[in-house]
């Protein structure tokens, strides 16, 4: 069966490291791939997405790299700050319609 | 525009009643899905439109479960017969497609109806 993997565990870091999510899945060819920020009550906010012949996108100080013989994305914040502190998930699209999504990471940045 | 809108922010039934979500998308965009999610989990796909047609249910989505966009704009989320296991947030989301061979831009989320069911 179709099956997408975020960090099981909660990210702790600390402000100014970098910090690195993981989403492996299974059973998918992905046409593309999205990370999303979630914050506690709100709905998920769009960061980025990568399409499957793309192996690497940035923006300001998030890097998105896509490995589909892996079956894995990379997400990275570099100079991380309290304020990313939030839950981020990763949801895959076949271009068949729908976008599914992982049960997410949470990534808490201490001062 | 300011987003997608979805109202009521909150809501409180008992166990039983008929519950109605409303969604306001961005107006530019041609696509509408409605997810749900539970504390810890992410957002559980329920159903998509591309203007008012309803293109895909997901199997776990019950009879009880009706969706519409009349007219390709808003969109409502019935309920019937709530059961305590429908309590979640109910996420609405909007985007723009393309055409076929072509690819989606991410989606905007709603602020999400939180649904509590006593």
């Known amino acids: 069966s179709q099956k997408i993997e975020q960090n099981s565990e909660a990210l702790n870091i600390q402000e100014g490291k970098t910090a690195t999510l993981t989403c492996n899945y299974t059973n998918y060819s992905p046409a593309y791939l999205q990370w999303y920020r979630q914050d506690p009550g709100r709905g998920p906010v769009f960061l980025l997405l990568i399409r499957e012949n793309e192996k690497e996108k940035r923006k300001e100080r998030l890097k998105v790299t896509f490995d589909t013989t892996l079956k894995q994305s990379l997400f990275h914040i570099t100079a991380s700050q309290p304020a990313d502190s939030a839950t981020y998930l990763c949801a895959l699209n076949t271009n068949a319609g729908k976008s599914t999504f992982g049960d997410g990471t949470t990534l808490t940045v201490k001062p | 525009d300011t987003g997608v809108s979805q109202n009521p922010r909150h809501k409180i039934t008992k166990r039983g009643q008929n519950v109605t979500f409303r969604c306001d998308p961005i107006?530019?965009?041609?696509?509408l899905y409605w997810y749900r999610q539970t504390l810890g989990q992410g957002p559980e796909f329920l159903t998509y439109f591309q203007n008012e047609a309803q293109l895909e249910k997901s199997r776990l989505l019950s009879d009880r479960f009706s969706a519409e966009r009349p007219k390709g704009s808003f969109s409502t989320l019935e309920i019937q017969r709530t059961e305590q296991g429908d309590s979640a947030m109910y996420l609405c989301a909007s985007s723009t497609f393309l055409g076929q061979g072509s690819f989606e831009y991410g989606y905007t989320f709603g602020s999400g109806t939180r649904l509590t069911v006593v």
């Open positions: 107006s530019e965009h041609n696509r």
